[in-house]
């Protein structure tokens, strides 16, 4: 199933639809072995019967749209770990190495689909195909594979939860302790907002929580304007801050670039909602002119909040605004109101995958199945809070999750579709590059993965046993 790679939760509520659809009709290998007969001619494109296709203008939109979150917030952060020419360059070399991945992934799922006669497939459904196209070994992992990504897709998605919940009570702490003179345990302003956060989840119909993502839509960017403001209201200067940071401090650069700017999880629902799904590719197609515009858009803000706040800087530029500044304290309280009516949003796909994919169908029909749906829940919205409680750190968490789920997600997986796909259509240099270039990018992956993560828990360790 389709999820949310994207750090705003409003960005999810216009897509979630689609992805529920996909994922109740997965074109795996058994439907499409059950598929119409070979046609050479077959073209996806023309027979995906979308009920309110979105334009070229509308999918960059929702591009951008998405790329204002609580990770492009955490830009500067990840520039002091890196120093400013470091991450400047570095945020540019991966959004690229990103936006091929992308390619890789929508080009495979158009060359299958072409193959299987069905018109779109969800990310776990290209994952599964794929492999069954390549050399024994991976046909062997086919049956699973589809399982792997939905997982890491689900910690990813509760990763996200928990950023959200941390960024809100961080904010709120913020506003507290410059109203009051005080210093409030964060985790307090956790426990203050579990209650309600819990009945916004219990909203079963997406219906009713899509209209908060247009009030925080509105909120954030009212929000970014202010933040940009304070940015640039005193001139920036490099003096004292780094140019190149320290190299064992890269991982949490790479991790929470990735966080912010991969959109793995909504790019397969957006271009199968497209009017004009064959230019979402190519050179100045959607992507790419979205993916410009928003490591752009990643670089400024990394690169002028750190010159700004230097090694103070915060896991959420937020949270270094003046604190004794109204403007200042009604940005955070607007974020975090933002953040907090659409948590439901963003946890409804990790409510999805574990109720309708696993524990729903184990269930099956009983007469208790909605007290269960609703512990689910619950249960989901628990262990976000919990794993917040016990690791209160916005940019660890950050990173931390950027690491382990979207190295393999943004980088790895995809790198391995491709090859599968062209297994036995190459030969020759076209199949030594195909391995070479998507082994690179798989041992990028691994190494993000298990070097990100583990420096992430590393600091973990360390920032709360000091």
Not at 202 to 226: E, G
Not at 313 to 336: D, F, R
Not at 337 to 346: D, N, S
Request: glycine share 8%.
């Amino acid at each position: 199933m389709t999820k949310n790679g994207h750090n705003n939760p409003a960005f999810v509520s216009e897509h979630v639809d689609n992805i529920k659809q996909q994922s109740s009709n997965k074109y795996s290998l058994e439907l499409a072995e059950k598929g119409a007969a070979k046609d050479p001619d077959y073209n996806p494109y023309e027979h995906r019967d979308v009920p309110h296709p979105t334009t070229n203008w509308e999918t960059l939109f929702h591009l951008l749209k998405g790329s204002l979150g609580t990770g492009i917030l955490a830009m500067p952060n990840a520039f002091r770990n890196s120093g400013y020419v470091t991450g400047s360059i570095g945020t540019i070399v991966i959004g690229f190495i990103c936006t091929y991945c992308i390619h890789q992934l929508v080009k495979a799922e158009y060359e299958l689909c072409r193959r299987k006669k069905v018109p779109s497939m969800n990310y776990p459904a290209v994952a599964e195909t794929a492999l069954g196209e390549g050399p024994s070994f991976f046909k062997s992992c086919a049956p699973y594979i589809g399982t792997v990504v939905n997982v890491f897709l689900l910690i990813y998605q509760l990763g996200t939860c928990c950023v959200y919940v941390v960024f809100v009570a961080s904010n709120i702490k913020s506003i507290v302790d410059a109203v009051y003179d005080t210093n409030v345990d964060v985790r307090l302003c956790m426990i203050i907002i579990l209650i309600p956060l819990i009945l916004i989840n219990w909203v079963r119909q997406l219906k009713y929580l899509a209209p908060f993502s247009t009030l925080a839509n509105f909120i954030t960017m009212v929000s970014f304007a202010f933040i940009c403001y304070y940015i640039f209201r005193e001139p920036v200067t490099t003096e004292g801050k780094d140019a190149f940071g320290k190299v064992e401090n890269f991982p949490l650069f790479f991790g929470t670039v990735l966080f912010a700017l991969e959109a793995i999880g909504v790019i397969l629902p957006l271009e199968n909602e497209m009017k004009t799904p064959h230019k979402f590719g190519g050179s100045c197609g959607v992507l790419n002119v979205s993916m410009v515009w928003i490591v752009f858009l990643y670089v400024g803000m990394g690169l002028f909040g750190y010159l700004n706040y230097g090694s103070s800087v915060l896991g959420s530029i937020t949270l270094n605004l003046p604190e004794h500044e109204i403007p200042a304290q009604c940005v955070k309280a607007m974020l975090a109101f933002a953040i907090y009516i659409t948590h439901g949003l963003a946890c409804y796909v990790a409510i999805d995958i574990t109720w309708n994919d696993y524990v729903g169908k184990k269930l099956g029909p009983q007469r208790n199945k909605l007290f269960w749906e609703y512990a689910v829940r619950t249960g989901l919205v628990l262990i976000t809070f919990l794993l917040a409680v016990a690791i209160p750190n916005l940019e660890l968490f950050i990173s931390l999750f950027g690491a382990l789920c979207l190295s393999a997600l943004g980088l790895a997986f995809p790198a391995l579709i491709q090859i599968s796909t062209h297994w036995y259509e190459t030969t020759g240099l076209a199949k030594g590059w195909l391995l070479l270039s998507n082994f690179v990018l798989i041992i990028v992956g691994i190494l993000g993965l298990v070097i990100g993560t583990y420096t992430s828990l590393k600091e973990i360790v360390l920032t709360f046993t000091e």
